[in-house]
């Protein structure tokens, strides 16, 4: 394993919070889920805020007694790092790959940058897990990957916040300003997340400015507060989907944010990382134990299939969550949907079972 930053950057680094079900399940029977089975939120529905209104959908009822987890990605990594340094593995960190040649199975290599020098490592495979910037989707043959994506207009500006969230589950509001979301860390800790427009700066976005917008969009008719408290961090994220398609090339297969981003509003991007990545453990598996290839020959299909399931996922939440100014015509169309998925019908039932388990599949 080579990882280009150091470990306690890597263990600090702030990004998702909701394991599906299946994903938990998963570092259960991995023998990682202690520590998220301790110190994780076990969560039965979400909230839908809209028109001034709450709408619970109870996510665990509506499909079929199960759950989500909220557990931060980067506690996620600190007890996969741990377990495989614990099983006296090796993990470079401070090791950035440069170029990976990997033209067939059994004959493949990395080349690597570590204390200043260049160096190679000659492996069977690639796991190319690297996100979105990394070097392996760039190192593969001209033409080896068709890229589809799709940019939505608006970024989120995210925050972590010192206070006790004001909320037990989490809260997806759209509002006409635009959405937010109320997500939760530890019962100490506070994620929230505001529409902004893409290119915002988060520099024009004192602490003041965002409480107040957080309370604006937030506001409902019976009067729910917001509790508020020292901003520790803010960035700005893009919004975008894009899949590179097939998610190999020889000996280079492509595992998560390499191969595919969506938009966080489905919450899926590190579900659907650590569903490749099961994918492809399974089918090395099966290639070092008998040698027969058929299972990574279907990787790049199997994990494609769950991939676009959770593109569209992504893409009905995203789009029937946040406003765009002017479209009237999407605004109605949008509050329909929501109304819907609030009715505790089958539109309640599909939107909980894709936002508690679709990755698993
Ligand atoms: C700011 C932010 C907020 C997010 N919030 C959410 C959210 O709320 N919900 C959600 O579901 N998803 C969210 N995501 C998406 C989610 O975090 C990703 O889908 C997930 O991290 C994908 O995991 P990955 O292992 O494929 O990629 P990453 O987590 O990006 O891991 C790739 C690793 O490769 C390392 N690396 C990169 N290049 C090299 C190189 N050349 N050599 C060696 N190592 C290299 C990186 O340092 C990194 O550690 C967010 C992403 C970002 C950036």
Redesign the pocket.
Known sequence: M????TRD??EH??????LEHGTARLLEDSGVGGRMRAEGLVHHGIELRFEGQAHRVPLTELSGGRSIVVYG?QEV?KDLVAARLGAGGEVRFE????GVDAPELGKASIR?RAGGEERLLECDVVAG????????RASAPPGAFREVEHTHPFG?L?VLAAVPPSTEELIYCRHERGFA?H?LRSPELS?L?LQVDPDERTERWPDERIWEELRRRFATEDGWTLAEGPVLEK???AMKSFVAEPMRSGALFL????????P?T?????????A??RTLAAALLEWYRSGDEQLLDDYSATCLRRVWAAQEFSTYMTRMLHPLPGDDFGSRIALAQLRQAAALGAASTHLAERYVDLCSV
């Not at 080579?2 to 930053?5: G, K, T």
């Not at 090791?95 to 440069?98: F, I």
């Open positions: 080579l990882e280009a930053r950057y890597v680094r702030i990004r998702a919070g909701v990605q990594v090791a950035e790959c440069v690597y897990c690297d996100g979105f910037h990394g070097a392996c989120w995210g979301l997500s994620r997340y960035s700005i994220t595992a998560g944010d390499s191969a595919h981003i969506v966080p489905g919450a899926k991007g590190m579900n659907l990382a650590v490749d990545v």
